[in-house]
């Protein structure tokens, strides 16, 4: 089954001589349970598609349907619901909000939607991720690989159709770059998440399922590994 579908999707900033097409004119899909890298260069452009895939920002032309749902067919309220509870979003510096404690970070989608946590995947979630003697501490008592497992943690929390990882271990050391890769691939086998991950690192992008290599804006290779 596809959960994404991209079609002829174009973002275009500024006008005439001063015109960028960071996104252009591109079309993909990726399968449920796909694990998906996206690499390029810094200014390729990739971020701002990671962007328009999660509702972020709205694209100058072209569509994207997640789970069958055109996403930008959706009032701003309404595609702010949606991206909530059906993208979990993983951001390169947490995003972490910081008189909230690694629990109540992990939870606040489901805060924020009136919904009742399921305690027994909240308890997994922290479990996996190895927060257990973590739960009520702030953010700035945490590592950086701890806060973004923290994150990583929220992302997943409601079960998300898709997640969108930018550049998750860009801001960490190798080590606990690695086990924040070993953690998304863990999140894609055992809860069968659907990952796209943005990155420039290609030993990263190689331990993904499929990789396409993104330049000026276009998909310029799209191959398995």
Known sequence: MKILEVDHLTKIYGKGEN????????SFSVDEGEFVAIVGASGSGKSTLLHLLGGVDRPTSGTVRIDEKDIYSLSNDALAIFRR??????????????????????TLPCDLDGKTVSKSRLNELIKTLGLEDRVTHLPNELSGGQQQRVSIGRALIN?????????????????????IVSLLKLSNKKYHQTIIIITHDLEIARQADRVITFEDGKIIKDERI
């Open 159 to 179: 079960d998300p159709a898709l997640i969108l990882a930018d550049e998750p271990t860009g801001n960490l050391d190798s080590k606990a770059g690695d086990e």
């Open 85 to 106: 509870r059906q993208i979990g979003i993983i951001y390169q510096f947490y995003n972490l909000i910081p008189i909230l404690n690694v629990k109540e970070n992990i």
């Open 19 to 26: 015109e960028v097409r960071a996104v252009d004119d591109i």
